[in-house]
């Protein structure tokens, strides 16, 4: 590695023009800045390999993460659909029962109608039947003198 001294020569004043140096060899400036760098950079490879191995091992853990949460996800819609079903049959006992009631209740009321129905028709025959009675009994009697005018 480069002393500090050597680093700082590169930012000291240049000297005054004056005559013509000897002509040299121009420095390559980038291989200086990448040979002064590449300590450092060796020094954090454990550093960076230590944060690939994190990045890893989180990307495994979310992914874990995510396989968990969707079984999860399967099982509580597997319990709701099972909820849902079984709210379904229940539903199904009740209008069940409900329409059964409401049937009976339909059947009690047409039976009371056609009780009704009969009382007011026998009572209706039964008047008919005396009318129809009388009005044979009047046309069998035999005329009498007395009927004729």
Same mark, same amino acid.
């Given at each position: ?31 200086? %800045? /990448?040979? *002064?760098? =590449?300590?450092?950079?060796? &020094?954090?490879? +454990?550093?960076? @390999? !230590?944060?690939? #191995?994190?990045? $890893? ?10 396989? %968990? /949460?969707? *079984?999860? =996800?399967?099982?509580?819609? &597997?319990?709701? +659909?099972?909820? @849902? !079903?079984?709210? #379904?049959?229940? $539903? ?10 409401? %049937?009976?209740?339909?059947? =009690? ?41």
């Amino acid at each position: 590695m480069r002393s500090v001294e050597e680093i700082l020569r590169r930012y000291r004043p240049a000297p005054a023009p004056g005559a013509a140096a000897p002509a040299g060899v121009p420095t390559d400036r980038s291989a200086e %800045r /990448a040979s *002064e760098l =590449a300590p450092v950079f060796a &020094a954090l490879a +454990d550093t960076v @390999a !230590e944060a690939q #191995r994190r990045v $890893a091992a989180a990307q495994l853990q979310a992914s874990q993460i995510r396989l %968990r /949460a969707a *079984e999860e =996800a399967r099982d509580i819609q &597997a319990a709701t +659909d099972a909820l @849902a !079903e079984q709210e #379904r049959a229940a $539903a199904m006992v009740r209008i069940r029962h409900q329409s059964t009631r409401e %049937r009976s209740q339909l059947l =009690a009321e047409a039976e009371q109608e056609a009780e009704r129905i009969r009382q007011v028709s026998q009572a209706r025959i039964d008047a008919l039947v005396e009318r129809v009675m009388a009005d044979l009994d009047n046309l069998t009697r035999a005329p009498s003198h007395e009927d004729l005018p």
